[in-house]
């Protein structure tokens, strides 16, 4: 079955980096666009970036524009998120998620936790 | 804000009908498909309805989805207690080179 597991959160200062990897298996990696989405505190999930199946297009919420990169290694059936000038505004959960085929997320995992506090 | 509009609570007793609204505009729901998550707290959200209308094998026909211009909304009938969760809409938008856009979820009570 589809498994998508999140990892590389933690806490980081404001204005630091952090890279996130989503390790997926149960089917073929390098057809599917790909995603990632967080759920900030007491509130909604908000879609951050997105990843085409060959890596050629990606797409970012003007929120994380310029300071987020999605990118993907087929070989290793992993998804990325760089993640560099962070705020406090970033604190979340951050899911990977897997499309299906209509640039929506279909399949997801279990979230890394993101903090950014001093 | 989200960009897509949906009423903040729900709730319904046991067996009933519950049907939540998901408002949006002619670049997303309007020329795209919607999507309908369920999330309960600490778990990973779960697709309920995919391609407006559309029920993943094992989600049970309780649920159901539809769509009209630039609107959607999601059905539960025969309401159970384990479904009270949060619920969201999504679509993908035309505009800004492209983007998800999702609403900002529902939380249903069971009464």
């Known amino acids: 079955q589809v498994q998508l597991v999140e990892s590389g959160g933690g806490v980081v200062q404001p204005g630091g980096s952090l890279r996130l990897s989503c390790a997926a298996s149960g089917f073929p990696f390098s057809p599917y666009a790909m995603h990632w989405v967080r759920q900030t505190p007491g509130k909604g999930l908000q879609w951050v970036s997105a990843?085409?199946?060959?890596?050629?297009?990606?797409y970012y919420a003007d929120s994380v524009k310029g300071r987020f990169s999605i990118s993907r290694d087929d070989s290793k059936s992993t998804l990325y998120l760089q993640m560099s000038s962070l705020t406090i505004d970033d604190t979340a959960v951050y899911y990977c998620?897997?499309?299906?085929?209509?640039?929506?997320?279909?399949?997801w995992g279990q979230g890394s936790l993101v903090i950014v506090s001093s | 804000q989200s960009v897509l509009t949906q009423p903040p609570s729900a709730s319904g007793t046991p067996g009933q009908r519950v049907t939540i609204s998901c408002s949006g505009s002619s670049s997303n729901i309007g020329s795209n498909y919607v999507y309908w998550y369920q999330h309960l707290p600490g778990t990973a959200p779960k697709v309920l309805i995919f391609r407006n209308n559309q029920r993943p094998s094992g989600v049970p026909d309780r649920f159901s989805g539809s769509k009209s211009g630039t609107s959607a909304s999601l059905a539960i009938t025969g309401l159970r207690s384990e479904d009270e969760a949060d619920y969201y809409c999504a679509a993908w938008d035309d505009t800004l080179s492209g983007h998800v856009v999702f609403g900002g979820g529902t939380k249903l009570t069971v009464l």
């Open positions: 998620a897997r499309d299906n085929g209509h640039w929506s997320p279909y399949y």
């Open positions: 990843i085409s199946h060959d890596g050629a297009n990606k």
